[in-house]
C-alpha cells in the first residue's frame, strides 16, 4: 500500500532541534505588540504565532495559528504551522506515528496535523514548508527503515529532505535527481512526491508534471483495487496539483480540464474553482470566471473571501451592483478582513453612494493594518473626494 504523503513528510523530518531553525523577524514581546495593534492582520497573528512556538509556548502558538486563519482561511503558512506544531510539542511522535503506537489521546491530534499539511498543499502546492525543519522528531526507527530500503541512497534521499525543508530546493532537486535515477525498480511515491515538488520549486516544470501524473495513475489504480485506502492527500489532489503544474506551463486547455475532472470528483474541492475563474479573468471571459467564483464560495461557504474574490470580479466585469452584494456578503461572514471594506468603499463610489462608501472607507481605516498604509492613504485621498 502507498504511504500516505502527509505521514511520509513527518516521518522522514531531519532529526534537529527546532527553535534553534526557526529566525524570528523580531523579539517575542515585539511580535506580541505588533499582534496586538494588528489585531486583523493575519501576517502578524502567524509571526507571533511562530515566536511562542520558538519559546515553547505551544498552546499559544495554536491560539495564534488559528487567529490567522479566522482572518485569512486561505493563509497556507499557518495550516503548514498547524500541521507541525504537533510534533513539536512532542518530540516523540514522529516513531510512534510511524509505530502505529500514539497516544489514544494525541491520535486526533496527528489526524488533524494531515488535514492542516493537506490543506496547506491544496491552497498552495509550493507552500513553505521550513518549518518542518524546525521540528525536532524522535525519528531513528524510519532512519533505519530509509536506510533498508534504499541502501547506499538513503544518504542523497535524506539530505534532500533536509534541504527541501530549509528551502536549498536546487540541492533537493539534485539529491532527489539522484535518487529517482538510480533507484532499482518502481520508484515508491514518497520519493516521485518530493522529486516532484521541488523540481517544481526550481521551475522544472516538465518534470514535476511528469511526476504528479505518474502519482495519479497509480494511486487510481491502488483506490480501485482496494476501497478501504486511506490516503490523506489522496488521488484527486493529485489531479489537481497537476492542474497547477499544467497552468504554470501555460498548457490552460489541458489545466482547465484538469480542473474541471478534479472538481466534479471532489464537489469541495474549491480551489479548482478559484484557479478556474483566475484563468478566465486573464481572458475577460467575466461570464465564466463569475460561474467558477460562484461555485468556489458554493464548495467553501466557510470561507468569506471567497466572497470578496467573487465581489471583485463583479467590480472587473463592470457589475458593479452584483458586486457590492457579493462584498457586503463578505463583510457580514468575516467582519475583521480589512481588504473587503476598503474595496467596498470603491464600489459604493461607483455607484455614487457617497454615505456608504465614506461609511465603508471610514471602516478601513480604523482596522487597517500598519502593512496596509498604501491603500489607507489611498482611502483617505477617496474621503476628500466625497466632500
Not at 463569475?290 to 472587473?316: F, K, M, V
Request: charged share 25%.
Amino acid at each position: 500500500m502507498v504511504r500516505p504523503l502527509a505521514l511520509a513528510v513527518l516521518l522522514a523530518l531531519p532529526v534537529t532541534l527546532g527553535a534553534q531553525r526557526i529566525k524570528l523577524p523580531a523579539s517575542l514581546s515585539e511580535l506580541e505588540s505588533r499582534a496586538q495593534k494588528d489585531s486583523d492582520d493575519a501576517a502578524a497573528q502567524y509571526n507571533v504565532a511562530l515566536a511562542y512556538w520558538s519559546a515553547k509556548r505551544f498552546d499559544d502558538a495554536d491560539s495564534a495559528f488559528h487567529r490567522a486563519l479566522k482572518l485569512d482561511a486561505r493563509f497556507a503558512p499557518a495550516y503548514v504551522g498547524l500541521a507541525f506544531l504537533p510534533y513539536a510539542e512532542r518530540s516523540s511522535l514522529g516513531d510512534e506515528v510511524y509505530e502505529d503506537e500514539v497516544p489514544a489521546d494525541w491520535k486526533p491530534k496527528v489526524k488533524a496535523a494531515d488535514e492542516m499539511y493537506s490543506r496547506a498543499l491544496i491552497i498552495d502546492p509550493l507552500s513553505d514548508l521550513r518549518l518542518a525543519g524546525a521540528v525536532r522528531i524522535s525519528s531513528e526507527g524510519a532512519q533505519a527503515f530509509l536506510k533498508e530500503w534504499y541502501g547506499e541512497w538513503a544518504a542523497d534521499l535524506e539530505e534532500g529532505e533536509d534541504f527541501y525543508y530549509t528551502g536549498n530546493f536546487d540541492k533537493a532537486y539534485n539529491d532527489f535527481t539522484r535518487v529517482t535515477r538510480d533507484f532499482r525498480g518502481t520508484i515508491p511515491s514518497d520519493i516521485l512526491v518530493y522529486h516532484g515538488l521541488s523540481a517544481a520549486q526550481v521551475g522544472k516544470n516538465d518534470e514535476a508534471l511528469a511526476d504528479f501524473q505518474t502519482l495519479t495513475d497509480r494511486l487510481s489504480k491502488e483506490e480501485k483495487r482496494d476501497s478501504t485506502l486511506h490516503i490523506p492527500l489522496k488521488t484527486n489532489d493529485y489531479r489537481y496539483i497537476v492542474g497547477v503544474i499544467q497552468e504554470r506551463l501555460g498548457k490552460l486547455n489541458d489545466a482547465i480540464d484538469t480542473y474541471r475532472t478534479a472538481a466534479q470528483n471532489d464537489l469541495g474541492l474549491f480551489m479548482a474553482h478559484v484557479h478556474l475563474a483566475n484563468m478566465y479573468e486573464q481572458h475577460a471571459m467575466w461570464a465564466q470566471a463569475i460561474r467558477e467564483r460562484q461555485q468556489a464560495a458554493s464548495a467553501n461557504p466557510d470561507d468569506p473571501s471567497l466572497l470578496l474574490d467573487l465581489g471583485e470580479t463583479y467590480a472587473q466585469a463592470g457589475q458593479w451592483q452584483d458586486a457590492e452584494k457579493a462584498l457586503t456578503d463578505a463583510q457580514a461572514g468575516n467582519p475583521r478582513d480589512p481588504r473587503v471594506p476598503y474595496y467596498l468603499g470603491v464600489i459604493e463610489m461607483q455607484l455614487n453612494k457617497k454615505d456608504e462608501a465614506k461609511n465603508a472607507l471610514n471602516r478601513f481605516i480604523a482596522i487597517a493594518p500598519s502593512r496596509f498604509q498604501r491603500q489607507v492613504d489611498d482611502a483617505k485621498k477617496r474621503l476628500g473626494s466625497l466632500h
